[in-house]
């Protein structure tokens, strides 16, 4: 079996492409039915955040676990394929191994060092998981790389202090209005990102309004910093009161248009809005960025701000990469293991180990027998073991040709303790 990884990420790919190739968490149970049920996917996980969508797979064949998965996102998401391509990674054996590792870890982070990766990442296994996508191969990849990510955390400095994508907001707004002290911000969306923005902002003395769909949401999250709260259904009776609006939401369509903008702006009389979208699809029109005083950002724009943070952290980096290229050979050297051919050897080695030591201490314990007496015994304990053997041996060829041929190789490497031999 080998790892693919399928994706593209902030790294390769703009913001107007991500957005089209975007998954909702209501759309992943199904999407990873589709991609299981394709012929050379033995088991998928799908994650999806507003930085990258990346599909992991595994399979007997990596080429064409690669293929059907770059097939099938293409016709779901019903992008050119050589549009899509011209962003798109595919990675495979010790290449995705390193990469998914990398990801966890956030040393592939827009923000390195950010806590929010990992989280993502656990919650797209748990998916795998509960949709029965995932098995042996990929829940191992999993664990690996949660605990490699936790190493990397716990031994290097790469998590102190991270520039955060709310805090990069903050100081693009800064550069707006200089001081942010009596303006007023509007968070659309009530969901983790915002909340961080909001921490940010009150420090500066900003006030809070919150619209987001459930109403519940925005309401506790507004309390929290003695704000206001809003039902989006209002959301543009409010725009126009609004020095700051940040939106972070997961619809699929724009939530706020330019001709929305040019409303409030005209309420305003003209006086600068300063608007970031840290949403993936967008939450605000782009065509918002061409009118007068309207300053639009998307998330892409943020890494003009933190792409300084990797140099900062040149040294971490370079310690973290230590530990995980440790971690990466531990996971392949286990992966090898469920090749049918080395289970087979190590099964037989042991057996005739184990006949060896018994049939030499029976030996010892009779010392009246003949020579030829000792060699019929010598061949009575390789019989056995022949005998022993040939029914499991020959099944186990057999299921581990069927489609979860991987789960009875790792059974019997576990059952007979392999990996202590």
Not at 86 to 93: E, F, G, I, S, T
Request: glycine share 6%.
């Amino acid at each position: 079996m080998k790892i693919v990884i399928v994706g593209l990420s902030h790294k390769t790919a703009p913001v107007a492409i991500r957005e089209r190739l975007a998954f909702t968490s209501d759309e992943l149970p199904r999407c990873l039915g589709e991609l299981r049920a394709t012929p050379a996917i033995r088991e998928v996980a799908l994650l999806s955040t507003c930085n990258r969508v990346e599909i992991y797979g595994a399979g007997q064949h990596p080429e064409r676990v690669g293929e059907e998965i770059t097939s099938w996102l293409a016709n779901t998401r019903g992008v050119e394929r050589e549009l899509m391509e011209a962003h798109l990674y595919r990675l495979h054996d010790r290449d995705a191994v390193r990469h998914g590792f990398r990801v966890a870890a956030s040393l592939d982070s827009l923000v390195v060092g950010e806590a929010q990766i990992l989280g993502q990442m656990k919650q797209a296994y748990q998916l795998a998981g509960e949709a029965r996508a995932s098995g042996v191969v990929l829940d191992k990849f999993f664990q690996h790389a949660f605990h490699a990510a936790k190493q990397v955390r716990n031994e290097t400095g790469i998590a102190r202090n991270p520039v955060s994508i709310a805090s990069a907001a903050v100081s693009l707004a800064r550069r707006i209005f200089g001081d942010l002290k009596g303006c007023r911000c509007l968070l659309i969306g009530a969901g983790e990102m915002c909340e961080l923005a909001a921490r940010h902002l009150v420090t500066d003395g900003v006030e809070i309004l919150v619209a987001n769909r459930t109403l519940s949401r925005a309401v506790a999250l507004a309390e929290s910093f003695g704000g206001q709260a809003l039902p989006l259904s209002d959301l543009e009776l409010h725009l126009d009161k609004a020095d700051i609006i940040l939106s972070s939401t997961g619809a699929t369509e724009h939530v706020v248009t330019a001709t929305m903008i040019k409303s409030a702006l005209k309420k305003r009389r003209q006086r600068p809005q300063f608007l970031i979208d840290i949403a993936v699809p967008r939450d605000l029109d782009p065509l918002i960025g061409q009118l007068d005083n309207a300053y639009l950002y998307d998330i892409d724009d943020l890494s003009r701000i933190v792409e300084n943070n990797l140099k900062d952290r040149g040294k971490e980096v370079i310690a973290a990469e230590a530990i995980l290229e440790k971690r990466s050979e531990e996971f392949l050297r286990w992966l090898e293991t469920l090749d049918l051919a080395p289970v087979l050897t190590a099964l037989r080695e042991k057996l005739e180990t184990i006949r060896d030591q018994e049939v030499a201490r029976a030996l010892n314990g009779w010392p009246g027998l003949t020579p030829e007496d000792q060699k019929r015994v010598e061949q009575l304990g390789r019989l056995m073991v022949n005998k022993i053997l040939h029914a499991p041996l020959s099944r186990l060829k057999h299921l581990a040709a069927e489609p979860d041929g991987d789960l009875y190789v790792d059974a019997a490497r576990q059952l007979f303790q392999l990996d202590q031999a």
